[in-house]
């Protein structure tokens, strides 16, 4: 049984930090992707950034690059998810997945086989 639990939301100012963390309880896979996603009030879900487990390759969206780093620790088997520069568009509950046996981080969310709880993000301005 796979488990995912996100913590580290809460209300931050714009141009505020934050550190997301999203630790993994389960078995282990041989490799897999982690990615974060992000669902703001009246909108769709939408890709945030991922890590490939096995070689930390990493993937952005767009809005997000040069803002947003996602790293992992391989020991704690968890992936943060560090946000800098926050805007209040960044306002969202943010959710960590899981991609069992791949190594291509994707931004597609029906790609993901696990999904964690998420956790509140608002930026104020």
């Known amino acids: 049984q796979v488990q995912l639990v996100e913590s580290g939301g809460g209300l931050v100012q714009a141009g505020g930090s934050l550190r997301l963390s999203c630790a993994y309880f389960g078995p282990t896979f041989s490799r897999y992707v982690m990615g974060w996603f992000r669902q703001a009030p009246g909108k769709e879900r939408e890709f945030v950034g991922a890590?490939?487990?096995?070689?930390?390759?990493?993937l952005y969206a767009d809005s997000v690059k040069g803002r947003f780093t996602v790293s992992r620790d391989g020991g704690k088997k968890t992936v943060y998810l560090q946000m800098v520069s926050l805007k209040p568009e960044d306002t969202a509950v943010y959710y960590c997945?899981?991609?069992?046996?791949?190594?291509?981080?994707?931004?597609?969310?029906?790609?993901?086989?696990?999904w964690g709880q998420g956790t509140h993000v608002t930026v104020s301005s």
């Open positions: 890590i490939s487990w096995s070689d930390g390759m990493t």
């Open positions: 997945a899981v991609k069992a046996m791949w190594t291509v981080p994707t931004t597609s969310d029906g790609a993901y086989d696990y």
